[in-house]
């Protein structure tokens, strides 16, 4: 699911800095510092390298923050397609679309944690946030159809359902700690069974 881009920018560096270990450094510091707060001087820092070394994967800090969100968003995205291969009502794509993104949120948790908290100050933050309203609008659209087919509450509003739902997936990333957490399956499980139990329409 990482950005194609990745294997184009990659270069040959300093030995034992690769650029994926590169990009999860920036991932921390921009998360913890900012990305205006982090400079290539503080990454340069973190990893015990030479500014120089860090360009000799990335031309520019602008491109370190466009493969982190963009990791994110291409796993979401590959979900999103893959509903196409998938037999069923639209309320079913909705569900393994939330159990899929939760599964995309865990296990690229650095990387979904740096694409919620960017705020849309440079190019780069903007097209990442025009790409989190397509999927949104990817999300609508399910819940659309599936209160057209008479599957969800019809006393809901769509576009509010949707919200509220990947509110909660996206909730996920505020409090999930990888060790000694509960396991992918068990979170997607726990998220569905609270939003379709009271979202799904009852005979």
Same mark, same amino acid.
Do not use: C
């Given at each position: 699911?990482?950005?194609?881009?990745?294997?184009?920018?990659?270069?040959?560096?300093?030995?034992?800095?690769?650029?994926?270990?590169?990009?999860?450094?920036?991932?921390?510091?921009?998360?913890?510092?900012?990305?205006?707060?982090?400079?290539?001087?503080?990454?340069?820092?973190?990893?015990?390298?030479?500014?120089?070394?860090?360009?000799?994967?990335?031309?520019?800090?602008?491109?370190?923050?466009?493969?982190?969100?963009?990791?994110?968003?291409?796993?979401?995205?590959?979900?999103? =397609? !893959?509903? &196409?291969?998938? %037999?069923? *009502?639209?309320?079913?794509?909705?569900?393994?679309?939330? @159990?899929?993104?939760? /599964?995309?949120?865990?296990?690229?948790?650095?990387?979904?944690?740096?694409?919620?908290?960017?705020?849309?100050?440079?190019?780069?933050?903007?097209?990442?946030?025009?790409?989190?309203?397509?999927?949104?609008?990817?999300?609508?659209?399910?819940?659309? =159809? !599936?209160? &057209?087919?008479? %599957?969800? *509450?019809?006393?809901?509003?769509?576009?509010?359902?949707? @919200?509220?739902?990947? /509110?909660?997936?996206?909730?996920?990333?505020?409090?999930?700690?990888?060790?000694?957490?509960?396991?992918?399956?068990?979170?997607?499980?726990?998220?569905?069974?609270?939003?379709?139990?009271?979202?799904?329409?009852?005979?």
């Amino acid at each position: 699911m990482a950005d194609t881009a990745t294997n184009r920018t990659a270069r040959r560096g300093r030995p034992g800095y690769d650029l994926e270990s590169l990009l999860r450094v920036a991932v921390s510091a921009f998360t913890e510092r900012g990305f205006d707060g982090t400079s290539m001087e503080d990454l340069s820092r973190k990893l015990g390298i030479s500014k120089s070394a860090i360009y000799h994967h990335v031309p520019s800090k602008d491109e370190l923050l466009r493969l982190a969100v963009n990791r994110a968003l291409d796993g979401l995205f590959a979900e999103a =397609a !893959a509903l &196409a291969e998938f %037999d069923g *009502r639209a309320v079913d794509k909705l569900e393994h679309l939330v @159990r899929a993104s939760v /599964g995309v949120l865990i296990e690229q948790l650095p990387f979904v944690t740096l694409l919620l908290r960017i705020r849309g100050n440079t190019k780069v933050e903007r097209a990442a946030l025009a790409r989190r309203k397509e999927f949104d609008r990817i999300v609508a659209d399910l819940v659309r =159809a !599936a209160a &057209a087919d008479g %599957d969800l *509450r019809p006393d809901i509003d769509p576009d509010v359902s949707a @919200r509220l739902l990947f /509110g909660m997936v996206n909730s996920v990333a505020e409090w999930y700690r990888p060790r000694g957490g509960a396991a992918a399956p068990a979170i997607a499980d726990a998220v569905v069974a609270v939003a379709f139990d009271g979202l799904r329409r009852h005979s």
